[in-house]
């Protein structure tokens, strides 16, 4: 039986993350399963959009400490030829009178309070940035210009060469079927392809973490849930130039981006459709959705009115009762390491994700405490629910 200093299950944006971080931290000898290919799960299905932008204060330092890596993708990893496909045309957000002025204030300070760059702007301003829009119901608007979008696959395949370039071995095609517990400490996985043994496995299942509750009984909180994007082609292009939207005022709290520098990648930002079982295939999108979307984005670009629809895609998020991620151990079993549950919003994360559960999986002091981000908090109530509900700002 081959033998490992930690096994990873699961090669997505987060697992890959923490790949290179084991290694980066020191592991020598680290094995990475996926069932299907590295970054072909929910990773190939992301927006993409990077932002520091959150109400709740522990996921804006997990997102600083990411952008950073983001910014200088390459360098961090030593590999000149990695790329994020980062661009950098910043965040604008707004919001009507109403019930999401006060969070987004309150969201804006917090921000500021952590020494992030954040402009309040004035209609005029804003439109400057992003002439296609209009915005004369606006009763508050905030740019943050350190943001943008990036390319989650490229950055999954990014962290998973240079964690292959330290040693780490990725296998593909291969799936877990059962974790390998013995007096409550893990032992090791069982795979199609045979037996490995650890005694620190990190799993980063995202909406497959079903399987976590399965093989050791302890309840994994999250709900696949499917979410549709579309790719509109209006008469005034999207260009790279502007920033990335968030329309707090739309009844779908619509987020948009320029797509290959034309178009506009738009998708609400409310809750999906849950699914049965965790299924990242694509589903339908209906007619009347693609019409109640291209309704919502007229309001507010009205020359998208003519707008069509060039492509479309589903993708599936794993959501937990607060719209936050699980990260840490599992009190239960001795040796596990979870990090689950990002709910549409874990890109933006991955870099700081992946060095915490590597921090935690090697029992190194984490760069931020995970007591926040820990399961019991589904157990004691101390929820992590943004001031803007649920969904995917958090
Ligand atoms: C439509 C959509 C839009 C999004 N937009 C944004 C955005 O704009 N910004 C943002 O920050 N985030 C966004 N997200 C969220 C972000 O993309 C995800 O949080 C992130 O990609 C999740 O990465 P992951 O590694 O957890 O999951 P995945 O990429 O799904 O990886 C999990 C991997 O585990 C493997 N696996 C599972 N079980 C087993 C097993 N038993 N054995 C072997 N392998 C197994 C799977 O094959 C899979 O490859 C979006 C998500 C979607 C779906």
Not at 277 to 285: L, R, W
Not at 349 to 372: F, H, I, K, W, Y
């Amino acid at each position: 039986m081959e033998s490992y200093d930690a096994i990873v299950i699961g090669a997505g944006v987060i697992g890959s993350s923490v790949a290179y971080h084991l290694a980066r931290f020191g592991a020598r000898n680290v094995l990475v399963l996926d069932r299907t290919q590295i970054g072909a799960g929910t990773t190939s299905q992301s927006s993409g959009i990077l932002r520091t932008h959150y109400s709740v204060m522990e996921n804006v330092e997990m997102a600083k400490a990411s952008w950073s890596i983001f910014n200088d993708f390459s360098g961090y990893l030593d590999d000149e030829e990695a790329s994020a496909g980062l661009v950098k045309c910043g965040y604008l957000v707004c919001a009507p009178e109403g019930s999401k002025l006060e969070p987004l204030r309150s969201a804006l300070a917090g921000q500021q309070a952590q020494g992030i760059e954040v402009r309040l702007l004035d209609q005029a301003q804003a439109r400057e940035l992003l002439p296609i829009a209009k915005f004369d119901d606006a009763a508050l608007i905030g740019y943050e210009p350190e943001a943008g979008f990036a390319d989650a696959y490229m950055v999954a395949t990014g962290f998973a060469r240079a964690a292959r370039r330290k040693g780490v071995k990725i296998m593909e095609g291969v799936n877990v079927e059962r974790l390998l517990v013995e007096g409550g400490k893990v032992v090791g996985v069982e795979t199609s392809r045979g037996t490995f043994h650890s005694n620190t496995v990190v799993s980063t299942q995202n909406i497959w973490a079903k399987d976590i509750e399965r093989w050791t009984g302890v309840a994994s909180p999250v709900v696949p849930e499917r979410h549709a994007v579309l790719a509109l082609e209006g008469p005034e292009a999207y260009s790279f130039q502007m920033p990335v939207f968030k329309d707090l005022g739309s009844p779908g709290m619509l987020y948009c981006r320029s797509y290959g520098g034309n178009q506009m990648l738009v998708s609400e930002g409310t809750v999906g459709e849950t699914l049965a079982q965790p299924d990242n295939e694509q589903g339908d999108i209906s007619l009347d959705y693609i019409v109640d979307v291209g309704a919502q984005v007229a309001e507010r670009f009205p020359s998208y009115e003519t707008a069509g629809l060039a492509s479309s895609w589903t993708g599936v998020y794993d959501v937990t009762p607060d719209w936050n991620p699980v990260l840490g151990r599992l009190p239960e079993v001795q040796g596990l390491v979870v990090g689950y549950g990002f709910s549409g919003h874990g890109f933006k994360l991955s870099p700081a994700v992946g060095r915490v559960l590597a921090q935690e999986a090697l029992g190194l002091a984490t760069d931020v405490p995970l007591a926040p981000y820990s399961i019991e908090r589904f157990r004691n109530g101390r929820l992590l629910t943004g001031k803007y509900g649920l969904g995917a700002v958090s």
